[in-house]
């Protein structure tokens, strides 16, 4: 079982800056892959960005240039770090881990609310 811990999430004007962390705990594996979700009220969830254990990254076309996924390895932990927010990117913000079996673990999430 792995226990996934976000924070970091909070609220900000339009055009400033947050940094999630997500701390994974458990039977955490080399090899697995870790991501960054969000849902917007009335929304379904979206990937928004997602870092191999090699540092491989992905991102949704709506964050590139503005958001930077990020990893340390030996602390089993991921960060977000989100610049230029907008009010869309408004929404809870979740992380998720996934091994190499392909068994896949998400955290509770955290809110962040952009104002503008």
């Known amino acids: 079982q792995v226990s996934l811990v976000e924070s970091g999430g909070g609220l900000v004007q339009a055009g400033g800056s947050l940094r999630l962390s997500c701390a994974a705990s458990?039977?955490?594996?080399?090899?697995?892959?870790m991501g960054w979700y969000r849902q917007a009220p009335g929304k379904q969830r979206e990937m928004v960005a997602t870092i191999t254990w090699g540092g491989s990254t992905d991102y949704t076309d709506s964050v590139k240039g503005r958001f930077t996924i990020s990893r340390d390895n030996a602390k089993n932990t991921a960060y977000l770090q989100m610049n230029s927010l907008k009010p869309e990117d408004t929404g809870v913000y979740y992380c998720?881990?996934?091994?190499?079996?392909?068994?896949?673990?998400w955290g509770q999430g955290t809110q962040v609310t952009v104002s503008s």
């Open positions: 458990g039977r955490v594996f080399s090899g697995n892959a």
């Open positions: 998720s881990m996934e091994l190499p079996n392909l068994a896949k673990y």
